[in-house]
């Protein structure tokens, strides 16, 4: 999941006015630094950000923007304290509080970056970026009810940014407000976003509400995005196995069993696609795959252990029961399938 932490103050300094040869040289440095940082060659910008700094200690755009490309290398504490430097040299500046809270956010010091945020928002009331990035640090913390808020707000400033939208739309799904939820993720796609992220969850909000050709539809969009992630497949065989079309169901699991071949959700999904089709050799198959590689994968001896009882593998139906029992799951006396389970076996004597 994206989101736009940090900007880019690409001040070009003006050399005019300044007197001495060592101002020149920093603002050269500062401005060389600028065009690595745009090329994306972060090392090279670090380099004449430090000499800029050396030549001229109180340049605050040097460590404002060194910040930031040490931000963008994940060395998440020097860009903190660049950013710190910045403040002390303008503390005034809500883009370098904004930018020092996604640094804490990256390391997960959430109160810190909260705190951060918020002075950003104190400075600048009609800034949007640190409501946005504040509301995705309360999500972190599963106070989505909050980050809902935050996230109207950066709407309400700023009217036009998809990320915005997606970070509000993925909060609305994680409360389980789906309509709300792909009308935001229809908006951010509107607005330029096209990732895989978009459509995946905008997929899996439409799967909620048991619309699954819109649900497939996305995943097979997230799938062209990127063609190697297991999820977009098993999602999508999912929906066409609520829809009954099997072999495409198959064909998604099978595939998403070819990227990750220990996704145990995935076999044991396919074993249910097997068990529609009526191949039960097939659905024992998998579900023994998948609990081969979770053994505790409760839901998976729960359906094994019925398909041994209806083939008469009495005692494997037994060693199953057994495996649920040592899990934590307790049988009634009374339960039916024990009851059966007895009987056929000869247990009820």
């Not at 595939?255 to 009526?278: D, H, K, M, T, W």
């Amino acid at each position: 999941m994206k989101i736009n932490k940090i900007i880019f103050t690409g001040i070009f300094l003006c050399l005019a006015g300044l007197s001495t040869l060592y101002a020149q040289s920093a603002i050269d440095y500062y401005n060389r630094g600028n065009n690595y940082d745009r090329q994306g060659n972060y090392a090279e910008a670090i380099a004449d950000y430090n000499r800029a700094i050396e030549i001229d200690p109180n340049l605050k755009e040097a460590y404002y923007n060194r910040g930031r490309a040490y931000y963008f290398q994940r060395n998440y504490s020097k860009a903190i304290a660049d950013y710190t430097r910045a403040i002390e040299l303008n503390p005034n500046d809500a883009a370098a509080y904004s930018n020092r809270g996604g640094a804490h956010d990256s390391l997960g010091e959430y109160a810190s970056a909260i705190a951060d945020f918020t002075k950003a928002i104190e400075i600048n009331p009609n800034y949007a970026l640190p409501y946005s990035n504040r509301g995705n640090t309360y999500y972190k913390q599963g106070n989505y009810i909050q980050a809902a808020i935050d996230y109207n707000k950066a709407i309400a400033i700023d009217p036009n940014h998809a990320d915005t939208y997606f970070l509000r739309g993925f909060s609305r799904y994680k409360q389980s407000s789906y309509a709300q939820a792909i009308v935001d993720f229809t908006r951010a796609i509107e607005l330029g976003r096209k990732d895989r992220d978009v459509y995946f969850f905008r997929g899996l909000s439409y799967s909620e509400q048991n619309n699954y050709s819109q649900a497939i539809a996305d995943f097979t969009k997230a799938i062209e995005l990127e063609p190697n992630n297991k999820y977009s497949y098993y999602n999508r065989g999912l929906a066409y196995s609520k829809q009954g079309s099997y072999s495409q169901a198959l064909s998604d699991f099978g595939r998403a069993i070819e990227i990750s071949p220990n996704y145990a959700e995935a076999y044991f999904n396919r074993a249910g696609v097997f068990s529609s089709l009526g191949n039960f050799s097939q659905e024992i198959g998998d579900l023994t795959r998948a609990i081969e590689i979770n053994p505790n994968y409760t839901d998976a001896y729960e359906r094994r252990k019925i398909l041994y009882w209806s083939n008469k593998d009495y005692d494997k139906a037994w060693q199953d029961v057994h495996k649920l029992e040592k899990l934590g799951h307790t049988f009634h006396p009374k339960d039916r399938f024990i009851k059966e389970l007895k009987h056929a076996s000869g247990r009820d004597k």
